[in-house]
């Protein structure tokens, strides 16, 4: 199978636009090891994280036309597969989204902080495995509305910058802030309830 | 705001609880000048509700990017079996991709 160049994408994407068969083959052949890895990680169940994986690659097909490059192929596509890892998981804890505003920090009229200053003692539970407290945290992650999960998954986790962010999503970078401070102020909310040293 | 807080208020350079929020990420994110990091490390020491805060905005993200592979893990299992490709390609030809 001829190899499409990794350094400049251009080719591929135009490839994969005009339904070439194996420039689709050659995407699922590149990514899907990459893509399984992130979703084993997630799932931790090997069933799952296969009809996740096909599923996801489902979703990149569909939306295939509407990329516009402005990403990586392999970071739209980490962020395809990601988001359909954490989909399943909210799903399988039947958890539903969080409203951001009600996770966000606030402030007196006098410029200072306000933040609940009692909290009713935790009972004494077993300390969580390294693998539960992973799970929460992405559980945490999964109930953001997704325009907040995206600038998360691409800021923190694939560590691309603003300007970077802001072009992948087409935000502009002061959005991208803005998403990120609520986006990180709610998990600390969302976490905080649930891991002990928090 | 408590006594000592009103009095650091006076001081050239001090800033309030909301402008602290306002410079976390960049803060967390090492971002700041080397006078940005003073202002916040000044704040910190006068306002303990933005400096427990701060701690575990900083812990919070520090736990968000350990917790999902970015994809780049050289060591990271990425075994694909021949028929789940397959699977992937039939299924687009099956008109998952339109
Ligand atoms: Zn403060």
Redesign the interface.
């Known amino acids: 199978m001829d190899a499409y160049r990794q350094d400049d994408e251009t080719e591929l994407l135009a490839a994969l636009k005009a339904n070439e068969a194996r420039a689709y083959e050659f995407m699922v052949r590149e990514y899907s090891g990459r893509l399984l890895a992130v979703i084993r990680g997630i799932l931790r169940n090997e069933e799952d994280a296969r009809e996740c994986l096909q599923e996801a690659f489902l979703q990149a097909f569909r939306a295939i036309e509407r990329f516009e490059g402005r990403a990586k192929l392999s970071s739209w596509l980490h962020r395809i597969a990601v988001n359909a890892a954490l989909m399943r998981l909210r799903s399988r804890k039947r958890k539903a989204e969080a409203s951001i505003d009600d996770l966000l920090p606030q402030f007196d009229g006098n410029e200072g902080r306000i933040d609940p200053a009692w909290q009713p003692p935790r009972e004494e539970a077993p300390p969580l495995e390294a693998q539960d407290r992973k799970e929460i945290i992405h559980e945490a992650i999964a109930q953001l509305p997704e325009n907040y999960r995206n600038v998360i998954l691409l800021r923190d986790i694939q560590e691309l910058s603003t300007d970077e962010t802001a072009a992948a999503l087409d935000l502009t970078p002061g959005a991208v802030k803005v998403r990120l401070h609520r986006a990180r102020a709610a998990l600390r909310v969302l976490l905080k309830s649930r891991l002990e040293d928090l | 705001?408590n006594p000592l807080?009103w009095l650091f208020s006076l001081l050239p350079g001090h800033i309030?609880?909301?402008?602290?929020?306002e410079r976390?990420?960049a803060y967390v994110d090492g971002e700041l000048s080397f006078t940005g990091r003073v202002r916040m490390a000044m704040h910190r020491l006068i306002?303990t509700?933005?400096a427990?805060?701060a701690a575990?905005?900083a812990?919070?993200?520090g736990?968000?990017?350990a917790?999902?592979?970015?994809?780049?893990?050289p060591t990271?299992?990425?075994?694909?079996s021949e028929d789940?490709?397959q699977?992937?390609?039939n299924?687009?030809?099956q008109g998952?991709?339109?």
């Not at chain 2, 990271?76 to 694909?80: F, G, I, L, P, T």
Request: proline letters at 0%.
């Open positions: 705001m807080q309030s609880c909301d402008e602290f929020d976390l990420d306002c509700a933005c427990a805060y575990a905005y812990k919070t993200v736990l968000v990017k917790s999902i592979e970015s994809g780049n893990d990271a299992d990425e075994s694909v789940l490709v699977d992937i390609l299924k687009r030809m998952g991709n339109r």
